[in-house]
């Protein structure tokens, strides 16, 4: 059920005030304790919070705009939900009879005393001493209760020291002092509670004898907040305009605890702090006991200790025009990623027996093999067996070819080449190994011919060389799939039932669901585990 949120009495002489900047905008979502906006009054600009959860549904005041206390400020509510009599109701004007009323009240300033007798009038009261009462600090809210004191009799107040934290229904908050003076006379102490508009404390000048004003001030006729069913703008108009003593409604913080003692942060310092990457353990808060605010944080200079905190520089960009190789590569990528329903399958393969077949061969001074190449020609003879990986998806058909072209990624300056062996299942270790460093060369310098990099029907790339220990890929189409190849990595495993020293390697098939299934997908890993793990059977 949409709420109605008017513009508050953040000072006890506040009669309007100007929405300085909106902290969210219509259409958000809004949590109890957000800060809705900062509002500046006759006293200062403060931070006004949600009691609500919902959603921003309306805004009634722009940045900048000032309209008197308990004008529309904001409605919440359920996402979607239907405001339009709030909106008519709450941008009413009210009544020749309602101003009547509110400036019969204003011109009446009530005293803090509890019987006639006594009754001592706010122009009597001695010169520059404030009353301080409990305030409203939600729309809810007709009793708080005094959490702690953060000033005792006798202290020195300024402008902006935090006096005490009270609770009230929703949360405990800071309450914060808007005079200079002494702390007089303290009405409510810790642990108790008192109605709203209960003398908290007086503050004046040193020495002043306040003994006359009683600690109890006359109970005030409050009318609760309705929702949008039963009349909400002008009851919630007549609740805030019935108590012109009302005193600020703080900004909330809760206060958090840290080796080097208590810190006292706004919500809106907090959330400056981290967007910024600012430790608030760094910060040292312009209001009294460390309490840390907006303009701590925008004035924040790290010292020389805490520059590996909160780094400093210059953000600077660079532009580099796109090649048409990169804009071919983010073309066809994307077009593979957004079309073909892409999933991944990985095995780890042992390697010890691969790496001892590549010494032996390698042990001919005329010959020089790689892994790659021992993978490159595995999956050419696997495809064998599986054709349906060897494959490319039409709307009309599945088109499985016949012939075995691998395509072998190769990363250039301007991104990466895809040149091709043909028929690569007929080559030797030797052949797929010079042609590769052939092709590759050839890529480096930019001299492959669009021939040389059409045609493959799978694709194998190999980052094992980087330290990469398992990575996937997207598709090259019109292939169907695409081995990722991670590096050969030593580690514990299990043989013959005991722990050992071995040689693994990942690698993971990308595969296009519309062409290739699951249990396909899983036979030709396996397939290229047998010819992995036992190379000779390479060369049957």
Request: hydrophobic share 35%; charged share 25%.
């Amino acid at each position: 059920m949409a709420e109605v949120i008017t513009m508050p009495r953040l000072s006890d002489t506040m009669e309007e005030g100007t929405v300085a900047s909106w902290l969210k905008k219509v259409g958000d979502k809004v949590a109890e304790g957000d800060i809705l906006a900062e509002i500046e009054t006759d006293k200062a600009t403060m931070e006004f919070e949600s009691f609500y959860e919902g959603t921003l549904l309306h805004v009634g005041l722009a940045e900048g705009e000032t309209a008197k206390v308990d004008a529309l400020l904001a409605i919440i509510g359920d996402e979607g939900e239907d405001i339009s009599s709030l909106l008519k109701d709450g941008n009413k004007a009210p009544s020749s009879e309602t101003e009547t009323k509110k400036e019969s009240k204003e011109e009446t300033k009530e005293a803090p005393v509890s019987d006639s007798s006594d009754e001592e009038d706010s122009s009597d009261l001695p010169d520059g001493v404030e009353i301080i009462t409990m305030p409203r600090l939600s729309d809810t809210m007709e009793e708080g209760t005094v959490a702690s004191w953060l000033k005792k009799e006798g202290d020195t107040v300024e402008e902006g020291d935090i006096l005490a934290e009270i609770e009230t229904d929703k949360a405990t908050m800071e309450f914060e002092s808007f005079y200079n003076g002494t702390l007089l006379k303290i009405g409510i102490a810790e642990g108790e509670s008192a109605k709203v508009d209960s003398l908290l404390a007086i503050i004046g000048p040193a020495g002043t004898d306040v003994s006359k004003i009683k600690t109890t001030v006359p109970k005030k006729t409050q009318s609760k907040t309705t929702t949008s069913e039963e009349k909400p703008a002008p009851k919630k108009s007549q609740e805030s305009t019935a108590s012109k003593q009302e005193a600020p409604i703080a900004s909330t913080s809760v206060s958090s605890s840290s080796p080097g003692g208590r810190i006292f942060a706004s919500p809106l310092a907090k959330k400056l702090a981290e967007e910024k990457g600012i430790s608030l353990n760094l910060v040292k808060g312009s209001g009294e006991n460390g309490r840390i605010v907006k303009r701590d944080i925008e004035n924040y200079q790290p010292a020389a200790g805490a520059a590996a905190y909160t780094p400093v520089g210059e953000e600077q960009f660079e532009e580099v025009a796109n090649s048409q190789m990169r804009k071919t590569i983010a073309k066809r990528l994307g077009e593979s990623k957004f079309t073909a329903p892409h999933y991944y399958l990985t095995i780890e393969l042992d390697m010890d027996t691969a790496i001892a077949s590549r010494t032996a061969i390698n042990s001919d001074p005329d010959v020089k093999i790689s892994f790659n190449d021992m993978i490159v020609k595995a999956c050419a003879m696997a495809l064998r067996k599986h054709p349906r990986v060897n494959s490319q998806w039409t709307d009309q058909a599945t088109v499985i070819a016949k012939h075995i072209h691998v395509g072998v990624a190769v990363a250039v300056d301007d991104g990466l080449v895809v040149p091709v062996l043909r028929f690569a299942d007929q080559m030797t270790f030797s052949q797929i190994g010079a042609q590769v460093k052939e092709l590759a060369g050839k890529a480096r310098n930019k001299k492959l011919t669009p021939d040389e990099m059409q045609g493959s029907t799978f694709t194998v790339s190999n980052l094992g060389m980087f330290g990469i220990k398992e990575f996937t890929s997207i598709i090259n189409q019109p292939n169907s799939a695409i081995l990722s190849v991670g590096a050969i990595v030593q580690k514990p495993v299990v043989k013959n039932g005991a722990i050992a020293i071995g040689n693994t390697m990942t690698v993971t098939l990308a595969c296009d669901h519309r062409t290739v299934d699951g249990a396909t997908g899983a036979a030709f890993l396996q397939s290229l585990r047998n010819y992995i793990e036992n190379p000779v059977t390479m060369f049957v």
